[in-house]
């Protein structure tokens, strides 16, 4: 990959709400570097497995109205790095554009698939028996993955295989996630729309 290519492969993406402040740079072809700061301990913890895994540099600072509660936070997040990747990726010219990962943790093992394809779709089951952890409602790591598949244009399936530790079924999501999205995002040498339609 030439210097031109991993230039336009990094986004910036500010937004502002009533609710939420968010600053977030994305570069695709970087090496997991991670400065996340998002104002949910819980979320920096899966946001940096997810740079770290997925070989993407993330630098994140948000701040939001956490003592409501971290819905809002957690949302706006996936939305501004589902449009990082949309940015990043511009017209989707020259990705493999599928991706998939098996990711054991322990107990747990889950798989996720994606297609970036321009067509946002969930399927998500992976179920887990706490409400909380810490102070993160568990319900949210869903409503990050709707929130990043509608806003990158990812058509993604998560499901639990089987597994218990409600915290290992997450990071395990987040990870493999990663791992997916890098290898849908990895340059092909041809350059070519990988579409028989010729664009995504």
Do not use: W
């Not at 895994?53 to 948000?62: I, Y």
């Not at 997450?170 to 339609?197: C, D, H, Q, W, Y």
Request: aromatic content about 6%; overall charge negative; hydrophobic content about 40%.
């Amino acid at each position: 990959m030439t210097e031109e290519m991993k230039t336009e492969r990094r986004a910036t993406i500010a937004r502002k709400t009533a609710e939420t402040d968010i600053k977030l740079d994305l570069i695709l072809d970087g090496t997991g570097e991670n400065h996340i700061d998002s104002g949910v301990p819980f979320l920096d913890h899966m946001l940096t497995l997810f740079s770290v895994h997925g070989f993407f540099d993330v630098k994140l600072d948000a701040d939001g109205d956490t003592e409501v509660d971290d819905h809002h936070t957690v949302e706006d997040i996936g939305i501004c790095l589902g449009q990082a990747f949309a940015t990043a990726l511009g017209n989707k010219a020259g990705i493999k554009r599928y991706g998939s990962c098996y990711l054991p943790m322990d107990e747990t093992l889950v798989r996720v698939v994606v297609d970036v394809s321009n067509r946002p779709y969930l399927h998500y089951e992976a179920p887990v028996v706490d409400q909380k952890l810490g102070t993160f409602d568990t319900c949210l790591a869903k409503e990050f993955a709707r929130a990043f598949c509608q806003h990158a244009g990812v058509t993604l399936h998560v499901d639990l295989l089987h597994g218990e530790n409600s915290h290992h079924i997450i990071e395990a999501v987040f990870k493999a996630l990663g791992r997916a999205m890098n290898e849908a995002t990895e340059p092909l040498a041809s350059g070519r729309v990988m579409s028989s339609k010729g664009c995504l």
